[in-house]
């Protein structure tokens, strides 16, 4: 296909069923904001575990996973988020165990534009109603995460286990959010994944009891209490993600730990008896050992605040007592005998085996709990597992393995190299193979290989390649290769879907919705933001968002969005020069991007060190911005590359699928800043299109699965001072790969249907995103 140029002073003259689409979309102004719904807001959340075959634990009951009440507290978009309102049930529907536990409810709720984030804490009401009757609605996110406590009641005998009696266990209390763009009645809200505010602790002893029999467990300065929510920024009340200062779930920092969350003494150590029959091995004691998160005392050197285990037992005949320390690789801590002391966090799984006793250990209790050293006579090993990064487990009776996922889809053009995490507790051998490698020549293992095997799958997981595959003229659904793996008696399969690359472009263009850049993901997210939403205009690589409509020719500059707290769009002035102070991709703003390649060329993905954008500079993909922030839990995306957006239009199959008349309406056109307004007039892509798809006009807002709608939004100029030009006639979609030095790849919309240039990087775009596969 032929491309032209687009620079600066030249000018182009080259000729998504809504139930609520119309109560819901667009303008704030048409929304109803009370008054009786048919339709309830559905919400489905999800609960990672797994059910292990034990009947004396609160896991053997499903209970780990058990909601037996949620509250639901609903906040705007600002930074930091305010309460709107919140609303309490018990009226739920739990699935059993499997891959995990699904948990869905109906509320009827008031359609609101202004909600951009839901919060959900189950098995704490009473807790939130404390914590709500200092906090009303207007009070800021960080405050009332701040005042979410749960303290544990001291139980009979003056110590502070979880009740793990079946029946009548206390169901764990857990914290869970998801962004969305509005709320509408009618809607499915997804995505909410729930996190125990408990860490758990498993321990088996694989040492013969003759040798050495394990009789007691005692668990030594623990925390009662803890906040329900996991880390968040104290200013904002974002929650902080790996990689973030503070998180301290990557870099083995303490946990936030509230100030009245005591520190019982050895006095009030739990204890828990081990059965250990005969002179054989023992079984694992899990789903009993729950507690809050413990920090690592202070100073690390100090062994007697810190939070440890105490192994009570018989080593050939004699009692003994050993300490055992919760440590991690890395540096050692200072005065900690070669050992990095980890803290307890909330959602991770530890699991203590005791593999070799060699000689005595200390005489009592009290000698245990004082040692000042971590070495010992008896060995052990740990593994620790953040279940919230394994969401799909298995379990055997004795093992478990964890992954990410079981379906990892990719489109049909796509070459990949993945690296499928695994967790589990069982290092012996793996296996894994293709099956039916002839069928699926385009998946394959490391090395074009159709099976591979190892030990210790923790270490490296399993590295997957997959090679292109030729869409077949008519796109079915999918195609499917599977690989399925194996540890003892584990086994797992993974699928990698072909499909449409329709799929895996967002299902809008990026909007603003209450003050901050999003796009919608789902069908239920086009219910308040349309597919058929003009968008905001961004220059090649700019965090800063421009409004997209305006007075025909309008030299305003227009900021509607700044990322950055050094940077001050108010000053700049509406002139030229103003327009060229809005940073972008470009070697002025400190960007040195790759040189121009190849059409598949992602110029921000080593950007930043991988982030792909610098919020204080105000520069990088405005669509890893969006997905890179704390409240969002749909996923990783970025903007799509030239050959992604060309392979969209070979799906299409050459056909031009349109709605409106593309007549030109920016002299007219009253459209919103946000860019939620409506152009009248777009095309049409993706695999499933027919030349039917524009006959009803509701796909126009929520599409079909397997396609999209793309309107015809217009652009900025910049050589007049940012004009708005060209609203409802042509449409303009940055790529994220740079064509020349100084131009970058677009698709191009117009009556005629799809074509490809290149442009100044300093014009203003719409941003379609995809998804990172």
């Known amino acids: 296909m032929e491309r032209s140029s687009i620079w600066l002073f030249s000018r182009l003259t080259a000729v998504l069923g809504a139930l609520c689409a119309a109560g819901c979309a667009h303008d704030p102004a048409d929304v109803p904001r009370s008054g009786p719904q048919e339709l309830p807001v559905c919400f489905e959340m999800t609960v990672p575990g797994f059910h292990t075959p034990v009947t004396r634990s609160i896991d053997g009951d499903g209970g780990e996973a058990a909601v037996r009440s949620v509250d639901l507290l609903i906040f705007d978009d600002s930074s930091p988020a305010r309460l709107i309102r919140s609303l309490k049930t018990d009226d739920l529907t739990q699935g059993g165990a499997g891959p995990d536990y699904k948990v869905e409810y109906r509320l009827d709720l008031p359609a609101d534009p202004d909600a951009g984030l839901v919060v959900v804490v189950a098995n704490a009401s009473d807790e939130v109603d404390a914590a709500l009757a200092e906090h009303p609605p207007g009070a800021e996110k960080q405050a ?19 009740n793990v009696s079946t029946p009548g266990f206390a169901p764990i209390p857990m914290y869970g959010e998801v962004a969305v763009s509005g709320i509408c009645p009618g809607m499915k809200v997804s995505g909410i994944r729930l996190m125990r505010m408990l860490a758990r ?11 050495f029999r394990l009789e007691r467990i005692h668990l030594v300065n623990y925390r009662t209490g803890g906040f329900i929510a996991p880390a968040w920024d104290p200013a904002t009340g974002a929650l902080l993600r790996e990689g973030d200062p503070g998180h301290p779930y990557s870099t ?27 002179n054989t091995p023992g079984a694992r004691l899990a789903g009993t050992i729950y507690t809050c998160e413990a920090d690592k005392g202070a100073p690390p050197a100090d062994p007697a ?4 285990l105490v192994l009570e037992g018989s080593y050939r005949g004699a009692v003994s007592f050993y300490r055992i320390d919760f440590t991690a690789p890395g540096e050692a801590d200072p005065g900690s005998s070669g050992a990095r002391i980890m803290p307890l966090y909330r959602n991770h799984r530890y699991i203590v085996s005791v593999t070799a006793a060699e000689g005595p250990g200390y005489a009592t209790f009290g000698e245990a709990v004082a040692a000042a050293t971590v070495l010992s006579n008896l060995k052990t090993s740990l593994l620790v597992v953040d279940l919230d990064g394994i969401n799909e487990i298995v379990f055997d009776g004795q093992y478990f393995m964890g992954v990410e996922t079981r379906t990892v889809d990719l489109p049909w053009g796509a070459a990949r190299k993945l690296i499928h995490r695994v967790s589990s507790d069982y290092h012996g051998g793996w296996r894994a193979e293709v099956l039916d490698p002839d069928a699926h020549t385009w998946l394959r293992l490391a090395g074009d290989a159709e099976i591979a095997s190892g030990t210790d799958i923790n270490r490296s997981g399993l590295a997957v390649e997959v090679t292109p595959l030729e869409a077949p003229v008519a796109v079915p659904d999918y195609v499917s290769g599977r690989i399925v793996f194996t540890a003892g008696r584990l086994r797992d399969t993974l699928t990698v879907r072909r499909t449409t690359i329709a799929e895996l472009f967002a299902r809008s ?6 003050g901050a850049p999003t796009f919608a993901v789902t069908r239920e997210e086009n219910l308040s933001i349309p597919a058929w939403s003009q968008g905001v205009f961004f220059k090649w690589g700019s965090l800063l968002a421009v ?14 969005f700044n990322p950055s707290s050094s940077l001050d769009p108010s000053g700049w002035g509406d002139s030229l020069a103003g327009w060229d102070r809005i940073p972008y991709a470009h070697p002025n703003f400190g960007f040195d991007g790759p040189a121009p390649s190849d059409s598949d060329a992602d110029a921000f993905r080593d950007y930043r060190d991988g982030a792909g954008y610098d919020a204080d500079a105000g520069v990088g993909d405005i669509c890893r911005y969006v997905s890179g922030r704390t409240e969002w839990t749909r996923g990783r995306w970025r903007m799509p590359t030239s050959a992604e957006q060309s392979q969209l239009y070979e799906e299409t199959r050459g056909l031009r699928v349109s709605s409106g008349d593309f007549r030109n309406i920016t ?18 892509a993706g695999g499933n299109v027919t030349v039917s798809t524009a006959a009803d006009p509701d796909n126009r807002g929520v599409p079909p699965d397997g396609t999209l709608f793309l309107p015809v939004s217009g652009h900025r100029y910049p050589n007049g001072h940012g004009s708005v030009v060209h609203i409802g006639a042509y449409g303009y979609y940055w790529s994220a790969t740079p064509y020349t030095t100084y131009s970058v790849d677009y698709l191009f919309l117009s009556n005629y249907g799809f074509d490809f240039y290149d442009a100044d990087r300093s014009y203003g775009y719409s941003v379609r995103c995809i998804r990172d596969y």
């Open 305 to 308: 605040g810190r939070v440890c």
């Open 144 to 162: 009332v995460l701040e005042a979410l406590k749960f303290a544990v009641a001291p139980d009979g005998d003056g110590t502070y286990k979880w």
């Open 252 to 278: 083995n920092d303490d946990p936030r730990i509230p100030g009245d969350a005591g520190k019982p003494g050895t006095d009030a150590a739990q204890e828990y008896p081990y059965d250990q029959p005969g």
């Open 667 to 684: 002299a007219t056109f009253d459209g919103l800043p946000d860019g939620t307004s409506d152009p009248v007039s777009g095309l049409f």
């Open 509 to 514: 263009n990026v909007v603003l919705r209450a």
């Open 201 to 211: 602790i498993d321990v088996e002893n694989e040492v013969a009891g003759d040798i």
């Open 547 to 560: 409004a997209p409509s305006g007075n025909p020719y309008d030299p305003g500059l227009h900021v509607v």
